[in-house]
């Protein structure tokens, strides 16, 4: 084991980092070849919808976020049925290695598309693709965990999986300004045929039969003792968060003009989240073990308030990347912990179901992000980051009332989950 971590978790970890930097890859290129006039928007763009005061026309920019918005929004919908159907097999690799080669296609089929609508098409298909893989491959590191190292496990996997997605953009910028777009789809096309056969040569379903998976595998709203079920309470706390980190997207011209600073800040001020993720993940991730998890959700949760609301006040690009870098921090301490609490509480042949709520919660927070800033920001360059804190208020609330330790032996901040008797 490398890290104190099981192989075959470093290899699912690595297979998604490889993956995550190809798809990033794709949050650069796709607005660059929309724009390029490659892909033609003839019909479309400029055509105004609705009536009176209610239409609106539509721009290039509008369409650009619809493709961007498509891949998050299909990719959150299908994971908890993708995830329960894992369940009901007792299978997790073919459904990743599927969801990856689809990948794979979608990607090396934008080098011949000129249509926007093939554009939709191929981004509903990654969308869909990633449905598969993402609750499978989670669930996978679940069932390969033990309630001593899950969030360890959690750590690790999430570190790796956030190095790519934070250094995929990076590279594309170097790629697309030294080599071209298309090697850009190219690089995108080999993450996921890396992803494909690392998980085909090193990784195996662990042993467990398709009876092992329970008779009811529908997502629990209401809990027993308490008004929410922890984990659909997590998965809104989830969906807070993931929209905090992704108000900041959509406003990158309003916040360069702002700070009176260029393209590089801006990357380096985006890329922080990531960067205090990958640094926290893991000691994070461990620590919870041993001391529990539900005192790091609290104090996560409790400093994303202040860290995201500071990001509509600061006027220095070197304060807008410290506060980046805190709410990348909080971010850490509220992950690895809700994936390892889920993962307590699934039962044999849940983790595809249960885990399904919070990546699904995560994915529609991003998806979400982006439009919400865009909408908020007319009442204000404040606005966004301000109702992205009060989210985050709400998160900490519904997390301290509705969710409870799962760790027997944590120390502070503990209110273990009933036994049965």
């Not at 919070?358 to 439009?371: H, I, R, S």
């Given at each position: 084991?490398?890290?104190g971590?099981?192989r075959r978790?470093l290899?699912?970890?690595?297979?998604?980092m490889?993956?995550?930097?190809?798809?990033?890859?794709?949050?650069?290129v796709?607005?660059?070849?929309?724009?390029?006039?490659?892909?033609?928007?003839?019909g479309?763009?400029?055509?105004?919808?609705?009536v009176?005061?209610?239409?609106?026309?539509?721009t290039?920019?509008?369409?650009?976020?619809?493709?961007?918005?498509?891949f998050?929004f299909?990719?959150?919908f299908?994971?908890?049925?993708?995830g329960?159907?894992?369940?009901r097999?007792?299978r997790?690799?073919v459904y990743?290695?599927f969801?990856?080669?689809?990948?794979?296609?979608a990607?090396?089929a934008y080098?011949?598309?000129?249509?926007?609508?093939?554009?939709?098409v191929?981004?509903?298909?990654?969308?869909?693709?990633?449905?598969?893989?993402?609750?499978?491959?989670v669930a996978?590191?679940?069932?390969?965990?033990?309630s001593?190292?899950?969030?360890?496990?959690f750590?690790?996997?999430?570190?790796?999986?956030l190095?790519?997605?934070?250094?995929?953009p990076?590279?594309?910028?170097?790629?697309?300004e030294?080599v071209?777009?298309?090697a850009a789809f190219?690089?995108?096309?080999?993450?996921?045929?890396?992803?494909?056969l690392?998980?085909?040569?090193?990784?195996?379903d662990?042993?467990r039969?398709?009876?092992?998976?329970?008779?009811?595998?529908?997502?629990?709203v209401?809990g027993?003792?308490?008004?929410?079920?922890?984990?659909f309470a997590?998965?809104?706390?989830?969906?807070?968060m993931a929209?905090?980190i992704?108000?900041?997207?959509?406003l990158?011209?309003?916040?360069n003009?702002?700070?009176s600073?260029?393209?590089?800040?801006?990357?380096v001020?985006f890329?922080?989240?990531?960067?205090a993720?990958?640094v926290f993940q893991?000691?994070?991730?461990?620590?919870?073990?041993?001391v529990?998890?539900r005192p790091?959700?609290l104090?996560?949760?409790?400093?994303?308030?202040p860290s995201?609301?500071?990001?509509?006040?600061?006027?220095?690009?070197?304060?807008?990347?410290?506060?980046?870098?805190?709410?990348g921090?909080a971010?850490?301490?509220?992950?690895a912990?809700?994936l390892?609490l889920?993962?307590?509480?699934a039962?044999?042949?849940?983790?595809?179901t249960?885990?399904?709520?919070?990546?699904?919660?995560?994915?529609l927070g991003?998806?979400f992000?982006?439009l919400?800033?865009?909408?908020?920001?007319?009442?204000?360059?404040a606005v966004p980051?301000?109702?992205?804190?009060?989210l985050?208020?709400l998160a900490?609330?519904?997390t301290?009332?509705?969710?409870?330790?799962t760790?027997?032996?944590a120390?502070?901040?503990?209110?273990?989950?009933?036994?049965d008797?």
């Amino acid at each position: 084991m490398v890290l104190g971590t099981d192989r075959r978790v470093l290899t699912l970890g690595i297979a998604r980092m490889a993956d995550a930097l190809g798809n990033s890859f794709l949050i650069v290129v796709l607005p660059l070849f929309i724009a390029s006039g490659r892909v033609s928007l003839a019909g479309i763009a400029g055509v105004r919808l609705g009536v009176g005061p209610v239409s609106f026309l539509v721009t290039e920019s509008l369409l650009i976020g619809v493709v961007l918005s498509l891949f998050g929004f299909l990719n959150s919908f299908s994971q908890p049925f993708t995830g329960r159907l894992s369940d009901r097999t007792g299978r997790r690799r073919v459904y990743i290695l599927f969801g990856l080669g689809l990948l794979a296609v979608a990607s090396a089929a934008y080098l011949v598309v000129t249509s926007y609508w093939l554009v939709l098409v191929l981004r509903a298909l990654q969308g869909l693709a990633a449905g598969f893989t993402i609750p499978s491959t989670v669930a996978l590191v679940n069932e390969l965990a033990t309630s001593d190292d899950r969030g360890g496990n959690f750590g690790v996997f999430n570190t790796l999986r956030l190095i790519g997605f934070g250094f995929g953009p990076i590279v594309a910028g170097v790629v697309i300004e030294t080599v071209s777009v298309d090697a850009a789809f190219a690089v995108a096309v080999v993450g996921a045929l890396v992803s494909f056969l690392l998980v085909v040569i090193l990784v195996e379903d662990p042993e467990r039969t398709e009876a092992s998976a329970a008779d009811d595998l529908s997502v629990a709203v209401r809990g027993e003792g308490s008004f929410l079920d922890p984990v659909f309470a997590l998965g809104i706390g989830t969906f807070c968060m993931a929209i905090g980190i992704a108000l900041f997207a959509t406003l990158e011209g309003q916040v360069n003009e702002r700070l009176s600073q260029g393209t590089f800040l801006f990357g380096v001020q985006f890329g922080a989240v990531v960067i205090a993720n990958v640094v926290f993940q893991i000691p994070v991730g461990r620590a919870s073990d041993r001391v529990g998890r539900r005192p790091f959700l609290l104090a996560g949760f409790l400093l994303l308030i202040p860290s995201v609301a500071a990001q509509g006040f600061v006027t220095d690009s070197l304060l807008m990347v410290v506060a980046r870098f805190v709410q990348g921090a909080a971010v850490a301490m509220v992950f690895a912990p809700s994936l390892a609490l889920a993962g307590d509480l699934a039962g044999e042949g849940e983790s595809g179901t249960t885990l399904s709520v919070l990546t699904m919660a995560f994915g529609l927070g991003v998806a979400f992000g982006p439009l919400l800033s865009g909408f908020l920001e007319r009442f204000g360059f404040a606005v966004p980051f301000v109702f992205g804190a009060v989210l985050a208020v709400l998160a900490f609330v519904i997390t301290y009332s509705q969710v409870d330790e799962t760790v027997t032996d944590a120390r502070g901040l503990r209110r273990p989950i009933p036994q049965d008797d």
